[in-house]
C-alpha cells in the first residue's frame, strides 16, 4: 500500500506492505482480534492529571507499531511483494503485518507487558488508560490509542518509564507544549491546557444547496450520501471538543432514511455556525487537589422531536475545583427507546447522565486512590422529575418505573444529589434544542468556571 505524506514541507511516498487478513476467518482459528483505545474522557483525565501536578503534557508516535508487536503464536505464511521475491516464495511471519486481523491485539499486548515491567497499574475502566504510583500518590500517567502515547509525569518518572519505552520500540516523533494528537490541537500554557480543532472545522465544506428545491423533497442519492458523510464529521467535532453542537449533529445523524432538502440546509447552517464561532476551546486548568474533587452533571431531553418520533436526550459532566471546573464527557443523542410522554424522556436522559457522572466519579477515585466518590451533583429543568425522585409514589407510566427506582436507589445510596435548575440555565438545554441559546454554554467553556 502507497500513502502520501507530508514530511517537513515535503511530499513522500510512504510504502506499507499489508496482509490480506481479511480472507481469514479469525473466529475459527480463535484469533482474539480486540484492542483497546482509549476513551475520550480518558484523553482529557491524563491532561487533568498534568493540569493539577503541574507537568508538561507530552506525545510519542511509535514507528511500525505492529512490527513491533508479541511473537505470532501461530503459523502464518505470506505471499512477498513480487517486487521483492521470487513467485515460487513465501514468508513465513514471526509478527504481525498491518492487515492481519490480531495486528492491533498483539501490539496491544506488547505495549501491555512492557508497561507492567515498569510497574504501571492498567485501568480496570479502561483498559488503555495507566498510572504509575509512589504509595497513593500518582506519578505518572499516560494513555494509548494504537500507536499514539499521551503522558504526564515527574522528572524521574520519565527518566525511568519515558526513556525506557523509547529504547523498547522505535519511536517516530516525539511532542510537547503545542502539538496534534489524534486530530486535536493541544497547547498549554501557565494557565492549564485546552485542545480545540480549529483547523478540522475549517476544512469543514457545505453541501451544494439544491435552490430550486422545495424543502420537503427527498434528496438524491448523491446529496445522501454528502449528508451522511458530513453527519459523521460533525459528529467528531461535536464529540471532541464542540458540545454546544450536539443539537444539530444528533439531528443529522438522525434524518432517517428518506432524508430532504430542509435537512440538508439545516445541515450547512451547523457547518456556518460552527465556523462562526471558531476560537472555542475545552480548557483545562489547574483543578487544585484530587481529593477536593467534585462532579457536575446537566442533563435534558427533548420528548419526540426527531424525524422517526423518538426523543433526544444530551448530558455535559464537568469536574470540578479550585473554583474551576473542566467538561470531561458529553452526549446528545436519540434516547434508546420511544417514550410515552415528557417526564418519560427526562427520566431516561437523567439516568443516561447519571451513570456517565458515576462512571467519572469511579475513575477520579480510582486514578488518585481516593477512598470514597466525590460528590457528584445532577442538575435538570424537570421539576416533575425532582418531585418524582423525593416521592415514594409509584410512577404511572410502568415503562420507566425501573429507571426511577434506580435513581431513587443512587438518591437513597448518596451516590449523586439532584437539583432543579431553570431551562436557560441547564447546560444541556442548547444540546437538544434548536431554539435555545449556546451563550450560557459557551460563556462557561470560556471562563472554565461554573455559575452553581
Known sequence: MFTEKIVEGKKTI??????????????????????PTCTRHSLKFVMMTAAIKGWNIKSLDVSSAFLQGNQLDRDVFNQPPSELCDGDKVWKL????????????????????????????????DNAMFMWYDGNDIIGHLCSHVDDFNYAGTYEWQEKVIESIKKKFKIRTENEGSF??????????????????????DKLEE?????????????????????????????WVTNQTRPDAGFE??????????????????????????????DVKIKIPNLGQSDQLTVV??????????ADGSSQGAFIIFICGNGRMTPILWKSKKLRKVTKSPLASEILA????????????????????????????????????????????????????????????????????YKWVKSQDNLADVMTKRTASAEELLGVLDKAALSH
Request: charged content about 25%; hydrophobic content about 35%; proline content about 3%.
Open 94 to 125: 514471526n509478527r504481525c503485518l498491518y492487515g492481519l486481523n490480531d495486528a492491533p491485539r498483539e501490539w496491544y499486548n506488547a505495549v501491555y507487558d512492557e508497561f507492567v515491567k515498569l510497574g504501571a497499574v492498567r485501568s480496570t475502566l
Open 14 to 35: 510512504k510504502a506499507r506492505l499489508v496482509a490480506r487478513g481479511f480472507e481469514e476467518d479469525s473466529d475459527s482459528l480463535g484469533v482474539r482480534t480486540d484492542s
Open 180 to 201: 496534534m494528537y489524534l486530530g486535536l490541537n493541544v497547547q498549554q500554557n501557565k494557565d492549564g491546557i485546552s485542545i480545540d480543532q480549529k483547523h478540522y472545522i
Open 297 to 306: 452533571v446537566h442533563g435534558d431531553a427533548s420528548h419526540a422531536n426527531l
Open 249 to 278: 449533529t444528533c439531528m443529522m445523524s438522525n434524518a432517517g432514511k428518506t432524508p430532504i432538502v430542509k435537512q440538508l440546509k439545516e445541515a450547512n447552517k451547523a457547518v456556518r455556525k460552527l465556523k462562526n464561532s471558531n
Open 350 to 417: 437523567v439516568g443516561e447522565a447519571s451513570d456517565a457522572a458515576i462512571l467519572v466519579a469511579n475513575s477520579i477515585r480510582e486514578v488518585y486512590r481516593l477512598n470514597n466518590l466525590p460528590p457528584v451533583v445532577c442538575y435538570t429543568d424537570s421539576k416533575s422529575l425532582i418531585e418524582n425522585l423525593k416521592s415514594s409514589n409509584t410512577v404511572e407510566d410502568m415503562s420507566v418505573r425501573v429507571e426511577v427506582a434506580r435513581l431513587r436507589e443512587m438518591v437513597s445510596l448518596k451516590e449523586i444529589v
Open 207 to 235: 453541501i451544494p444547496n439544491p435552490k430550486k428545491k422545495l424543502n420537503e423533497e427527498r434528496l438524491s442519492i448523491e446529496e445522501k450520501s454528502q449528508l451522511r458523510s458530513l453527519s459523521g464529521q460533525m459528529l
